[in-house]
Each structure stands twice: as C-alpha cells, then as structure tokens.
C-alpha cells in the first residue's frame, strides 16, 4: 500500500513539474525592438517587416527599419526560404506588414539576429 502511494506521489509531482514548463512558459514573445534583451534566449519576435534583402546564401528580413536601422534581421538560409514563400508569399510584396519569428536570439557583426531554421517559425502576425 506505501509503494502505492509512494509510486502515486511520484507520479503527480511528475505531471506537475512538466506542466509548469510548458511552451508558452519556455517561449517568449518580445517587439523586435527588445529582442536584444534576450540574447542567447529563445523567443518569438515580433515587427514590421521593413526591407527583404537577398544574399548569397539566403534572405535577411529586416524589422522596424531597413538596414543598417534595423532592429531585429531574421535570417532564412537558401535551402528554407522556398518552404517560407510558400507559406507567407512573396515577402518583398508584404513590406510594412508584421511578422513573428521564433528562435534563439544571437548576434553577428554588432547586428541582432534571430535565425529561423524551420518555415513553421515564421509567420504574419494576426
């Protein structure tokens, strides 16, 4: 009966710990502007898509203002961007709309970034 209620017990404190750290609790959503303060952090970020600029190896999406203004560039490498036009569309035709990137927020030449690695990390905000 104890090892019932010892086993019981353990089970609930199990359930109960994984509930606590749930997606919404693991994953913040910031402006573009603030994405900074999060650095090394995984979070959604948020704003307005100000500049889609193509690279060689890919798009840089600059937020809140075109480059070297921006606040927030995500980045969507070559072998990803065709999954995220064919979610959200040609991007250079949705300037000035706001769009959500989730991601571990990092820096590259002084610029803050967040790398988007799958298309489903990317969105217009509704």
Do not use: W
């Given at each position: 009966?104890?090892?019932?209620?010892?086993?019981?017990?353990?089970v609930a404190l199990t359930l109960a710990l994984s509930s606590t750290t749930s997606f919404a609790a693991q994953n913040k959503a910031v402006s573009a502007a603030r994405a900074a303060n999060y650095m090394g952090q995984k979070v959604m970020a948020?704003?307005?898509?100000?500049?889609?600029?193509q690279i060689k190896n890919g798009h840089f999406l600059n937020l809140d203002a075109?480059?070297?203004?921006?606040?927030?560039?995500?980045?969507i490498w070559k072998n990803e961007y065709k999954?995220?036009?064919?979610?959200?569309?040609?991007?250079?035709?949705?300037?000035?709309?706001?769009?959500?990137?989730?991601?571990?927020?990092?820096?590259?030449?002084?610029?803050?970034?967040?790398?988007?690695?799958?298309?489903?990390?990317?969105?217009?905000?509704?």
């Open positions: 009966m104890l090892s019932k209620i010892l086993t019981s017990s353990l948020c704003g307005k898509l100000a500049q889609v600029k075109p480059y070297p203004h921006q606040s927030l560039t995500v980045v999954d995220v036009v064919k979610k959200l569309g040609d991007l250079e035709d949705n300037v000035g709309k706001v769009i959500c990137a989730f991601g571990t927020v990092s820096e590259y030449k002084k610029d803050v970034q967040i790398v988007v690695k799958k298309a489903q990390n990317i969105d217009y905000a509704r």
